[in-house]
């Protein structure tokens, strides 16, 4: 599971666009998707959200290659994103925002 746990900052980028700082919880059990073939896992975090302008926006914030088993249990209490969270115009501010982990 991923859990939003602080945004830490919202401020505009270059004057012309939103960009939120977020911290974020992340208890994920993989194990069970390591098999006899399975060499490694991309794993990611991605924030979806819907704009005026576009409804589907999808953000990459964090992401991890895993190659044992023994490390693909991943409990992370403040993850910190990877990448920058940066909006096209200024519509952050009371979007609803859905977290997702993928592999």
């Not at 602080?6 to 004057?15: M, P, S, T």
């Not at 993989?30 to 005026?52: H, M």
């Amino acid at each position: 599971s991923i859990q939003l746990t602080e945004v830490k900052r919202l401020a505009q980028h270059r004057g012309k666009q939103d960009q939120a700082a977020i911290a974020m919880r992340l208890n994920a059990d993989l194990r069970s998707a390591f098999s006899w073939n399975t060499k490694q896992l991309f794993v990611f975090v991605q924030a979806e959200y819907q704009t005026p302008e576009n409804k589907v926006n999808q953000v990459v914030l964090w992401d991890r290659i895993i190659e044992r088993k023994e490390d693909a249990h991943i409990k992370i209490r403040n993850l910190k994103q990877k990448y920058a969270f940066i909006d096209q115009g200024r519509n952050f501010r009371g979007m609803p925002l859905n977290l997702t982990v993928a592999w």
